[in-house]
């Protein structure tokens, strides 16, 4: 017996549409490794009718009081609330994550952010009104860009649906949003949740691969290209928006350093990085995947996080005692257990190095030791349930290590040392610094990095700012 397809579809101007020229791709649960939907494989015409949808719409939109796009936000997050239970079915099906997590982990702060940002759409600051020449006053005007081109990563597809969006429209932009070609359920869901309330084009919605999503960066109608993603693809993406010289915000690739000294309290630490390295298998920029331990402690730790990652369980979305399910796609296994296969002799694999079962793309909680600073596996981002552990002899030392690669996203400092953990939250080169802790996020504080984890912020009054621009004006006093 044949199963039918669920088809997603693209919404463009209000309208639930397949590619012009009827091209799909199939939709894989990773979980399963079976297609379960088809989604739009959508071409030049397909971006061309976004972008027109998206810039009739702007001039409406751009004029909506704070307040009305306030009200429309918060209509949003109340309807995905409602609706919690189809979403999470939704994401745990393109992603294979476990629905009880992603109900209680994921769908709660992507409510709350929109509510941040219906909030900052009425509290945008800049200087005050004055004369800063004689006879003449000047006042500062913060604008939308106009529409924004968005691309979102397949590893926390509605989340980050929300960090590109949200913003953007609370500022009174108008919005073309990507999904990852291998996870679109969730963000055609959202689009047909969002559909009764804003009006027509404001939010749209191409599914597609790639190709699809350079058209839309290259497109002539957008004002400013947002993407999460690889570094390779944020490269990409600026130099595309360089030729007619769009604004850009890039959130690319991580390699968190997690820095533990002699005084940490061992037990909690080991707890706590298992958690935040393995959580949605290790597919995370900020995850807690790069750990730098005291020489004194270091044999400890190692078998004490060895234990906890044999003690931590992988498995199918249904399954209440499982911390992540599959990584996301084939490439993607295969790309984690390349990383073990390659290890230098120097190396030791602690724990886990081998993939799951033999039905979906499962990869086992993996510790490895023993690792050089220019080892590949140190220096490269794995997106996978893979910890590594070096050792350090000091601080200066660790920040070496810390701060030795070309990602600088986020970081956190394990001690009880206050002047210690103020030193190096100083000198860590990263966007964020947690100190005895290591992942959580709230919306009230900004999410970004620095060198190639890209530029711009995520969340917070400084990611709504970028989606906004400043404009000077001077007037005379003399009529």
């Known amino acids: 017996m044949t199963t039918e397809l669920r088809r997603l579809r693209n919404y463009i101007g209000g309208e639930f549409k397949d590619a012009a020229d009827g091209r799909t791709t199939e939709v894989v649960n990773p979980a399963t490794g079976e297609v379960y939907a088809t989604a739009p494989l959508s071409g030049q015409a397909d971006v061309d009718a976004a972008m027109a949808a998206a810039a009739a719409a702007f001039p409406g939109w751009r004029d909506t009081t704070p307040a009305e796009r306030q009200k429309a936000l918060l209509k949003i997050a109340d309807a995905f609330e409602a ?30 952010q929109i509510r941040f940002f219906a909030g900052a759409a009425r509290l945008l600051e800049g200087r005050s009104a004055g004369e800063y020449m004689d006879g003449m006053t000047s006042i500062i005007r913060r604008e939308p860009v106009g529409v924004c081109a968005q691309v979102a990563p397949w590893n926390y597809p509605m989340m980050m649906a929300v960090w590109k969006f949200a913003p953007a429209i609370a500022a009174g932009n108008t919005v073309v949003l990507k999904p990852s070609d291998t996870t679109p359920a969730s963000t055609v869901l959202m689009a047909e949740i969002i559909d009764s309330v804003l009006p027509k084009g404001v939010f749209n919605v191409v599914c597609g691969d790639r190709e699809t999503g350079k058209a839309m960066v290259e497109h002539s109608t957008p004002a400013m290209a947002s993407i999460t993603g690889s570094v ?13 010289v769009k604004r850009v915000h890039l959130e690319l690739g991580g390699k968190a350093p997690v820095v533990v000294f002699e005084d940490a309290d061992i037990a909690k630490a080991v707890e706590d990085i298992a958690v935040a390295g393995y959580f949605n298998a290790g597919q995370d920029c900020t995850a807690a995947t790069r750990v730098l331990v005291h020489e004194s402690i270091h044999d400890e730790f190692v078998t004490a996080l060895a234990k906890a990652a044999a003690d931590t369980k992988t498995g199918q979305p249904d399954d209440e005692d499982v911390l992540y399910g599959p990584l996301n796609n084939p490439n993607q296994l295969k790309q984690v257990a390349g990383f073990i296969e390659r290890l230098p002799a120097h190396a030791k694999v602690e724990a886990g190095g081998h993939r799951v079962g033999d039905k979906g793309y499962f990869y086992a909680p993996t510790v490895v030791s023993g690792l050089k600073q220019d080892d590949e596996i140190i ?88 989606y906004t621009r400043i404009k000077h004006v001077m007037t005379s006093l003399d009529g």
């Open 83 to 112: 609706r919690a239970d189809e979403l999470v079915a939704a994401e745990s099906e393109n992603t294979g994550k476990p629905l009880g997590l992603t109900a209680s982990e994921e769908l709660p702060p992507m409510v709350d």
């Open 232 to 244: 390779r693809a944020g490269m990409q993406v600026a130099e595309s928006a360089s030729k007619d």
């Open 379 to 466: 220096q490269n981002e794995v997106f996978g349930p893979v910890i590594t552990v070096q050792s350090f002899t000091d601080e200066a030392q660790a920040l070496e290590y810390a701060n030795g690669v070309e990602f600088a996203l986020a970081s956190s400092v394990w001690t009880k040392d206050h002047g210690r953990a103020m030193r190096m939250s100083k000198n860590l080169d990263f966007g964020c610094v947690w100190i005895n802790t290591h992942i959580p996020l709230v919306a009230e504080m900004p999410h970004g990095g620095f060198k190639k984890s890209g530029y711009g912020k995520d969340l917070s009054a400084y990611g709504f700012e970028d």
